[in-house]
């Protein structure tokens, strides 16, 4: 057992005991680390309904995939030992994929800063407190980053299959479809400093296109035998469409729909679902010479933009910054970036508590902190597109500069 | 007349390329930043301290009003009579012999139990206890639900009293006549049927520890160390609750005290048309506290320092300084410390908007009676409300009885102070990445920090992990600090040896970086010091006492915390510094107990904020002197 | 001069409707008075009108035309609304203030709900569904008792048959009946109310017993309910009850702090002559058992077993009943920690915790009686309050005890558009308190869905305990074993506080959301649309300049 294991078991072992210790039970109703699609009760909540023979979709609190459903109502039993072991498991995976994904593009065997990497995600205090929520959106980062670990190496079906699964678990996943089926066709080494135009054919995207469709298609009707009807579609997938529960989460949309005028609602409803994937294509054209980069920025883009964001997704957008070391010394403000997100990480809780703990503030006090969080994200995806397309120009001598026209 | 025009806009633009003279400009501003920078700060400072200082001032502050119209404060005609008071009198009279009998507090909460119920109000008692460091504390709470007509019992009001006196913060002096009120009171109110809410009596055991018990067990809140018996009686939501005090023979102001615990404050409207009431229903001037303004009783002692020239003294705007800054000052002793004024501070916890009317003890004039009518009109205006006090009147600073300062007045100062922090901090953070003798280094290493801007300048790795790790690990330091303090085992002088000591010896491990990279110092101080600012401007909003306190203990000692050449200066600084981290534990002793109680039994946040944030961030502070 | 005029008017009325209305309709008024433990006075007035030989209209016959209706007793307005929507049974009571069954017993009108309560029952037809003419009867009923109960929407319409059985005899129409049944316990009850109500009485409130019914004490007491009871008996006819339900506080009225009490001194009235069309007009007195001596005047026309019964007839004196407990010179309140309740279950049900994201849903219920009791528990919660069903826990006296908990139904609550319904049984063990806890959410709102004092909260309807089966009563289909049909008992309602938006700020919000989005779609596509190029800034030598100028800064 050589170093970078050795320090990867530590944090996966420190990570344990985290999980097991005597945390506040408030935790896992806390609005940040997870939201009612990912919530721990709800998902309980729904397993025992399904188990005493009541539809949980009939109902508008259950909002969990049919697969969580019925792989935690079945070989998975949710019991207070075993959840804080299954996330932290989920964890593990995850962080090991991305070591994978940083061995696979230096293409090395093994490298001095696999530890950090791993440390980068297990140790982020937005992946592990959601985490300790037990919010089923640690296992979405898990999937999502297994899905681009196997499709680094080129293992095309399971990639493709951990992605359908994601999407099953999060409608807006599904951003990452393109990037991952042209990283299938590319190599995910770094080509950031030398960008040159996409080689291979786009045809050959056409049979994974198809092998997707069949793993989803199969997937949905298999949830649709477990539930026994099509309401789960409306209640899982429908909810980031239609936005039926405001709950209070970290990202932009639930004051803005708490807010919105009943006849605009489908309008706006609309834009900020289209709003997402505008987003698609020209990060995929711009990024061609790096693929494993677009799918990086479309996970900021999400982590910002998505319908009930928590903190694990801007968490996974940060960690997966320790696969890209080149870019550092081109990003363009790091340090404010890094305290806006530390404002916001500390207005965040205080605010949430202010409003519906203490009762002396109102909800813009939330709603503010909010807008704080979404400039902190969005500076931070700034920041990795700057950095992504200056690396190409490199290092220029004094009196020079670089700047866009 | 076309080829005009690019000549205008040559004129414009400046010659050459557009963007070059974009950056030009850009550059050239950056340059006026850096230069102006320490001014920027050094004013920041001053203004903040400044502002702070000039809070007190008579310039600031406006009348108080209400926001809420469904109250009506004093709009009712008050009943209560001589014969309520005579019956006050009576009960009085019996709770005195159960004095002089020293009886248990089990027989004390009988009799109330026994009075209630005479009077047909349903009544119970609660017996609770409490495990903490200094022992098990124990008690007996008495209360009653009395049911309105026709109310549907969904509301609540809670009038209560505990068995001490908030007097010295509960030293023992006995509340009697408050009890007494209560009692009686209970027994006018019956008569009536215009109660849209229930009405709950609570006869509280101790001073803070019996209705932490009851209000505790009555929103079925979790308390690991509490022994609580069940409430077997109950009623619905409690949005406002009044405490009475009322130690003396008799009283001469009405106190108002509003202070509740972890810096959380009533409602405004609350309490002032509690003080409305009290001077045109009942007659009595009210104060903030128990602060007699010293200029309309004459034979009260001046609070001005005697070596002030008379000149000053005299001076009316100087007294008025006086008489606010004194008010302020206590009200951020109990905000800082996140400590409960009195009984109602507990229930803020619960978002119950709740205050102790005080009867200042004096020689007369005033009594049961004036207080009874009172209490009745303020009752009858906590009755009109329909919905929860909800005008965002929950942060103010109440500098005199009628007098009170918005929250945009006083929140500047301490967000100034901090903002110049968070400017140092950016300075010392440029400071650290570029140099002009280092050449330039290669990218790849992720030390190497990112280039801040635009500039021809040599940039120089900065040690970011080693800095964030030490950081981290203070602040881990500080946790274990916390528990230390909580066991209660290990006396306080051996804590402050061991964790001045500690951080210095793990020092020694972290790898001093390299010469081309910056010197950890300077990083470390560049963090601590963006971090006490983010720390300090977010507190404000939360508890601006606190942050106030912060703003003055770190605020400058951490800018101008620097390393210097000389070892033994640089141990020097370390030791003051830590002091300044650590001191409390030698220095005050009382306080470092009192705010540990407080945090077992009523859940302060004060002791763990300051071992978990305040001490790491100036250890911090000291570690960048240490550092070379 | 106004009064002898009416009176003529009453007698014509008389004279004409002794022909008619004998016949075929009957009109019996009661008032059941009794003195309680703590010196309260609850009094029911209770007054019903039969058609006789009539059946409830049966909906398939809606599309064609009503026979037509000729009443003369028979509460015309009410009457109509009945056909109009075919209503085979139907229960309406408007109460104000929380029944205290411990000190008070079983209301002699078992829905005693705060707020408004509606339910009824009708068959089902395909011209015009159960759902649609439950709609037109909540509205009809509205505007007849100017209260709001078109508030009874679907979101608070519930079905639950197994706690509101038929209290009649339902007809078998071509397709069986429905329940639909809705509460509103933010409804407030008032005069308006009574006065639509006094006149759906044949008298009105100008002679008989209807005559007491003074809004100004009425009003004035510590509880009060109106009810509207129809239903059909087989073979006998439709009945209409109309209830007025009160507790009244003598001792509060006393100067002397007594319990003695009049018709004159409770009502401010006394029965000043009979109703003329009433086939019986009777004044129940209960006495009471205590062991200090009272005198009741005047005497009564008969005593049977403890109830003292008083007929109003047409006798010129006027009627006024005065109980006196000469012994007594104050009354003393019985000391309620001693003095055993009243029911065999005594309920507290609460809502825990402050936070207004999630609470706690508490329920305590103390079986009072030596032996095991099984009870039905129902909750008709609005999706304003949602359950955590797997965090169901029962306790008795600190066991966990979920053994003795069985959920029979459950309807999980949808946002925005249906309540839950849970049913469930509750078994007791003798003389035990059985500690019921779950968790709930608190749900949040559109700013438009908020209430126009949205800071106060939302009243929550309340629970409904049925205890059915009595001694080793095990299984839940065992009949009472006191042989009466099961007492329905009404928890207190409770108020929930939801978050609140800031209603003033839609512009706001949607203005600053939408400037963010838009600033980083446009940064973003700058990045990726714009190209890099190198500029020339300046000579070197003045960044050396700036360099050392910097370098001074330091």
Known sequence: MDGPDLTFSALVAARLLLAYAPLPEALKHDHQLSSPLTSYSRLREGIYLFEHGIDPYSGGSFRHSPLLLSLFSTVLPLTPYTSPLLWTAADAVAAWALVRIWRLRTGAKTTSRDGQVAAMYLLNPYIFLPSLALSSSSIESALALLALMFACRGRASASLLTL???????????????????????RPVSRLALPQPLGADLKRTLPLLAEFSAYSMLLTFASTLVCGNWDWVEKTWGASLTLPDLTPNPGLWWYFF????????????????????????????????????????????????????????????????????????????????????????????????????????????????????????????????????????GKVEDGYEVVQE | MLRAIPAIRRRLRGGGDPNAARIRRRQALANKAWQGLPYIRIVLFTVGYLWLLAIPSSQFGQRTYIDENALQPGQVHTYWSWNDVHRADRVLEDLERLRDQNATSNEIANYAVGEFEKIG?????????????????????????????????????VISASWLSRTGEGDGTLNLRGVATVISLAQYLKKYSLWAKDLVFVISDGYLDGMQAWITTYHGAAQPNLHAEPLTLSSGVIWTAINVDYPGHSFSHLGIFFEGLNGRLPNQDLLNSVSLIARHTGGVPVLVHDHVDPRDTPNTPSILPAWLPEALKSNADVQEYAVRARNIVRHMNYQARGAASGVHGLLHRFRIDAITVFAVPATGPHGFHSLGKILESSLRTMNNLLERLHASFFFFLLVGPGTFMKIGSYLPSVILVGTAMLFSGLGEWVNAGWTLASPPPLGGDEKTEKASAHTSWVQRPRPVLQAVSIMAATHLLGVLLFYALNSGLVPSTVIFLLFAILPVLALQLVSSPAPPSAPLATVLKAFNLCFASAVISITSVLNFSLAAALAVFMGLPLTVASSSPSQPKRVVKYALYSVLALGWLVLCPEETRKAIWNWEVLEVWFAPFICIVYTPLVLQAALACSLP | MRWLSCWRASLVLVLH???????????????????????????????????????????????????????????????????????????????????????????????????????????????????????????????????????????????????????????????????????????????????????????????????????????????????????????????????FQAIFDPVRYSQEKRRDWSLRSVFDRSIERACPVARSSKVRVELPRGPSPYSITPDPTAIIDGVATYVVDAS?????????????????????????????????????????????????????????????????????????????????????????????????????????????????????????????????????????????GWDLPPAVLVPFAFGEGQNGTVAAAHGRRPRRMYTPIMLVDLATPDFSMPYNVIIMSCTLIALIFGSVFNLLTRKFVVVRVSPASDAQAAAEQRQQQR
């Not at chain 1, 920025?297 to 933009?305: C, H, R, Y």
């Not at chain 2, 017996?127 to 549907?152: C, I, K, W």
């Not at chain 3, 003419?133 to 079905?159: I, K, M, V």
């Not at chain 3, 009946?177 to 407030?188: D, F, G, V, Y």
């Open chain 1, 164 to 186: 359908a699964c994601l999407w099953h678990l999060s409608l807006p996943s599904l951003l990452l479809l393109a990037p991952i089926l042209l990283l299938l066709i590319t």
């Open chain 1, 258 to 393: 708490t807010e919105m005028f009943d006849h605009f609602r489908p309008f706006f409803l609309m834009v900020f679902s289209v709003h997402l994937l505008i987003y698609i294509v020209p990060i995929c054209v711009k990024f061609q010479h790096d693929f494993l980069y677009a799918a990086f920025v479309l996970i900021g883009v999400l982590a910002l933009f998505k319908p009930y964001p928590t903190l694990s997704d801007p968490g996974l957008f940060i960690s997966m910054f320790s696969l890209f070391p080149e870019i550092y010394p081109y990003l363009r403000h790091p340090i404010v970036t890094a305290l806006i997100h530390l404002h916001a990480s500390l207005l965040l809780p205080l605010f949430n508590s202010l409003w519906l703990r203490q009762g002396t503030g109102n909800a813009n006090f939330f709603y503010a902190s909010t807008l704080v969080f979404g400039v902190g994200n969005g500076a931070a995806l700034l920041d990795a597109i700057w950095a992504g397309l200056r690396i190409a120009i």
């Open chain 2, 121 to 157: 109000i349903p009544a119970r008692i609660q017996h609770y206890s409490f495990d903490t460091v200094d022992g098990v504390l124990e008690g007996t709470n008495a209360y009653a639900v009395m049911q309105s007509p026709r109310a549907s019992g969904a509301e609540a009001i």
């Open chain 3, 17 to 243: 409707l002794a022909a008619v209305g004998a016949a075929s309709e009957q009109f019996d008024e009661d008032l059941t008075i009794r003195p309680l433990r703590d010196g309260k006075l609850s009094a029911r007035f209770s007054f019903s009108t039969l058609l006789k030989d009539a059946t409830p209209r049966d909906p398939q016959q809606l599309s064609s035309d009503d026979e037509a209706q000729h009443y003369t007793l028979f509460p015309l307005a009410l009457g109509q609304i009945l056909r109009e929507y075919a209503v085979t049974e139907l229960h309406l009571t408007l109460n104000a203030g929380k029944w205290n069954y411990d000190a008070w017993g079983y209301p002699e009108e078992p829905g005693v709900g705060t707020g408004a309560e509606l339910w009824a029952w009708m068959g089902e037809s395909i011209p015009a569904s159960v759902d649609q003419r439950w709609q037109g009867l909540r509205n009809a009923l509205a505007g007849l008792f100017c209260a709001s109960l078109g508030h009874l929407d679907e979101q608070r319409t519930t079905s639950p048959a197994l706690t509101f059985q038929p209290e009649g005899s339902l007809p078998n129409f071509t397709y069986p009946h429905q329940l639909r049944h809705a509460t509103l316990p933010s409804e407030h009850v008032c005069t308006e109310n009574l006065t639509p109500f006094l006149k759906l009485l044949p008298c009105k409130s100008l002679s008989g017993i209807a005559s007491l019914l003074n809004p100004h004490r009425l009003f004035d007491a510590d509880w009060h309910g109106l009810g509207v009871h129809v239903r059909y008996r087989e073979d006998v006819g439709v009945e209409v009850r109309l209830t």
């Open chain 3, 316 to 456: 010129e004196e006027a009627l006024d009943v005065a109980m006196r407990w000469p012994t007594e010179d104050t009354f003393e309140y019985p000391n309620t920690s001693e003095a055993p309740p009243l029911t065999e279950l005594s309920v507290r049900r609460t809502l825990k915790g402050t936070n207004q994201a999630e609470a706690q849903l508490t329920l305590v219920i103390t079986n009072n009686l030596p032996v095991q009791v099984t009870t039905g528990y129902l909750e008709t919660m609005p999706w304003l309050l949602q359950f955590y069903l797997h965090t169901l826990r029962a306790h008795v006296n600190g066991v966990a005890r979920d053994d003795l908990v069985s959920i029979l139904s459950y309807t999980p609550p949808v946002p925005h558009s249906r309540p839950a319904l849970l049913q469930a049984v509750l078994t007791l063990p003798p003389s035990s308190t059985l500690h019921l806890t779950m968790d709930v959410v608190k749900p949040f709102l559109r700013y438009t869905e908020h209430q126009p004092d949205a800071q106060r």
